[in-house]
């Protein structure tokens, strides 16, 4: 399938989303779309894919003029998105998730849809039961059952928003294995991502998007500079490493034992410092989340403490940790961390609490611009959060926290943001620790992990590392550990410490 987008255009209010963009993507290709957050690459896709009209511009498919005005439109043509967030339905089987929406008679046959279903998760190696249930499964697997609806609604061009967000590094390689056969059987793909290393290892091709505009494109080998300075515009410099001293124990878990559906976590033991990052690695659902919840807590422990200032929060609320300076960023920013339809100065009124029998709107006004100057929000104090970027939410979040706290926990303070917002978000992050802050944040990039943390926890399949030095890890030992490959050597030291402990 030929796609060619001839001068589209859109506006939201004052802003311009897209200013007259042109490409063409032939078929057979992976074309990549990069550009910093806000650049205008969601809503160009949302057009293309039906989610979003065009102010004007045309969309031409295989030579022919299309009128896109909805997803189904688009799907009708063949083309399908898949979205940061896949658009499923987690109550439901992964059968009945492939069959909603589709056109046909009123009662499906399911026998031959399950065995579509089937021939196709063989086609691509994907290991998916059609009887089990969406939320089972992980971001990657809840990925790939997308791409099989979409292929089988009848997609012949595929644009994937983001998707390596969230997702670890074998999800990421049977995900770049999967487009990599389907450009090979005719198909066109268009891979937005703000990722160079992605782009750079998967595409054909690479068109740059700034401030809603075309600027560049480049072919292989790309220049990663050259790349980095059309995205921004500038040079942007890598962060050094820095340390900042730690202080006190802020928090301590001890002998610390989890549980969840798919889990358990024995004996965990964990003390971090005031002014330390302690980065949290693993697959999705390997038990990070659950501990870093029970250090908010957001979990209960079966076994076990969970320690502030020698303060026992074990069997606490999470008020009770909110009172005691602790501060949890989910990765679900706009489901968990921020209200839709609410705008920005209504959560920083929210989050300052309530002072008085009456708001006082000019000073909340005046709050909310200069936090928004603070943090470089790129919105309006009047700005619903939702109209927000996901770099500028994020920003957002961190707006929102209180002056003084012992320790920030943060579920991929990072996802889907470009290398300028990630640099800025980890160098307020470090503010804080130079402050006597602890941090503790899970991440599924590797490279976030190793450049940011002090020491690093693995977790694997419900095992825990011991804490390992960041400084002292590689790319490719903390990937094997991921992979349930090196756990030997925990093992025989712990054997050890046994050992010798009983002899004395």
């Known amino acids: 399938m030929l796609i060619e987008l001839r001068d589209i255009c859109k506006t939201f209010g004052p802003v311009r989303a897209n200013a007259g963009i042109s490409l063409a993507v032939p078929p057979a290709s992976v074309l990549g779309i990069l550009g910093e957050n806000g650049a205008g690459k969601s809503t160009l896709m949302k057009i293309l894919s039906g989610f979003q009209p065009p102010d004007s511009g045309s969309i031409i498919i295989d030579g022919e003029a299309a009128t896109i005005r909805s997803p189904a439109d688009a799907l009708a043509r063949g083309i399908g998105m898949l979205h940061q967030d896949p658009l499923d339905f987690p109550p439901l089987r992964l059968i009945d998730d492939l069959i909603l929406g589709s056109r046909g008679p009123l009662r499906p046959d399911r026998k031959k849809a399950a065995r579509e279903f089937r021939e196709l998760a063989v086609r691509f190696d994907f290991d998916l039961d059609h009887e089990a249930y969406v939320d089972s499964l992980t971001v990657g697997e809840r990925q790939q059952l997308e791409i099989l609806r979409l292929l089988w609604l009848g997609a012949r061009a595929l644009i994937l928003d983001e998707p390596t967000t969230g997702i670890s590094l074998p999800q990421k390689q049977k995900l770049f294995a999967t487009i990599r056969l389907l450009a090979d059987e005719g198909m066109t793909v268009l891979f937005v991502s703000h990722k160079l290393e992605d782009v750079e290892s998967l595409c054909d091709r690479a068109v740059v998007l700034r401030q809603g505009a075309l600027v560049g494109s480049s072919e292989p080998p790309f220049d990663t500079k050259r790349l980095v300075e059309l995205m921004f515009g500038k040079e942007v410099p890598q962060t050094p490493r820095y340390k900042i001293p730690c202080g006190e124990t802020v928090l301590a878990a001890r002998g610390l034992c989890l549980e ?37 807590g957001l979990e209960r422990a079966v076994a076990g403490s969970v320690c502030l200032d020698e303060t026992d929060m074990t ?16 990765a679900a920013r706009l489901e968990e961390g921020l209200v839709p339809g609410l705008s920005l100065e209504d959560h920083f009124i929210l989050a300052e609490g309530k002072r008085g029998l009456f708001i006082d709107r000019r000073e909340a006004e005046r709050e909310a611009v200069s936090r928004i100057a603070s943090y470089n929000i790129k919105g309006r104090p009047d700005s619903p959060v939702e109209s927000l970027s996901g770099g500028n939410q994020q920003r957002a979040l961190l707006a929102l926290l209180r002056d003084k706290l012992s320790l920030i926990l943060v579920e991929h303070p990072t996802r889907g943001l470009d290398i300028e917002s990630t640099i800025y978000i980890w160098s307020k992050l470090k503010e804080r620790c130079s402050q006597g802050t602890a941090i503790v944040f899970i991440s599924s990039d590797l490279d976030e992990i190793l450049q940011y943390s002090d020491r690093v926890l693995v977790f694997f399949a419900g095992r825990v590392s011991p804490p390992l030095s960041a400084e002292d890890l590689g790319v490719e030992e903390l990937g094997r550990l991921i992979g349930g490959k090196g756990w030997e050597r925990f093992e025989a030291s712990a054997t050890a410490e046994t050992a010798e402990a009983s002899h004395v």
Do not use: N, T, W
Request: hydrophobic share 40%; charged share 25%; with cysteine.
């Open 260 to 296: 969840s559906l798919r889990l358990q976590i024995k004996d965990l033991d964990l003390e971090v410092y005031a002014g330390e990052v302690v980065g949290l690695a693993g697959m999705e659902g390997s038990g990070q989340a659950i501990f870093l919840a029970s250090c908010a």
């Open 315 to 330: 069997s606490r609320s999470h008020h009770d940790f909110k009172r005691e300076g602790v501060a949890y960023l989910p």
